[in-house]
């Protein structure tokens, strides 16, 4: 893939959160989440690509854009896999909480794992940790193998991981052995980063997401030497046929990074909503502007971008009026 995509996508999430920004605190997080959808649908018809949707906002019948086989990019130039999420923490935004943003990941075609919705186990760590952690050893032998790795004690290492109920035993655990716990309202994807940007502090990511998530945060680990794990966990036998049909043969294995996206040649971009762990949000100037930070990657070069932007609100086509 061309370099000059890094640019171009890094445009189609600034867009996202640009749009869905305005409706936060609101209350109303489907406002958000369309805003968001359809400014990413709009700015994806300028790009050179032949798109296909891998990773999106659901099946056709139930999401009205960004669905999952949908054609997107001006379909002229190289056959890309799209993993969207163009606003990744919904409930985030509606309640003027931390870490929303909108993310994107394009490979060539092929590269990406088609996740079914459901959730993912997850074990995520920054380079310091790629490969010495195994999503298969019981939390208490992790701990004890990062801090061993890292060269700290275990009271000094930070986990995070989403505030759910689900996690009481694995927070019971964490607790008990005396890590320390950041918890997250919602936004895994940033979870799963953090641990890869040593300014968050954050040594660990562990517990379970959406699976769709998932592979959005493997692409971003992929340009930064980190490394996610993966197991997905099918609730019922639906789930368990879902993974079948989308080509997983053995749905409680472990997914590896090459699994979830098997190339080297991976772009991703996400720009802050609200203030995040390692991107700020959208901020509002004066004189009718607004203020973006995104990351923008790319596996191949591992160069990673930090793209401060000042857009000029009345040349944006896709601001919606809010009320
Ligand atoms: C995560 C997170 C999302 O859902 O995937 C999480 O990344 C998992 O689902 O932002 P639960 O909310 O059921 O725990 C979100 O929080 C919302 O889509
Ligand atoms: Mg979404
Ligand atoms: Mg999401």
Redesign the pocket.
Known sequence: MERELALEIVRVTEAAALASAPWMGRGNKNEADGAATSAMRLMFDSVSIVGTVVIGEGEMDEAPMLYIGERVGTLDGPEVDVAVDPL????IVSKGLNNALSVLAIAPKGQLLHAPDM?MEKLAVGPQLRGKLSITDPPEVTIEKAAKALGKPVSDLTVMI?D?D?HKELIGTLRSIGVRIKFLS????VGAISPSFPETGIDLYMG???AP?GVLAAAALKCLEGELQGRLMPADEAEWSRCIEMGISDPLSVLFMDDMVGTGDVIFAATGVTPGEFLGGVRYLSDQRAETHSIVMRAKTQTVRHVKATHFLPNKPYLQSVR
């Open positions: 990744e923490g919904t409930e959730y989403l759910r689900r919602d936004g895994d994807v379970s997401g959406g998530e």
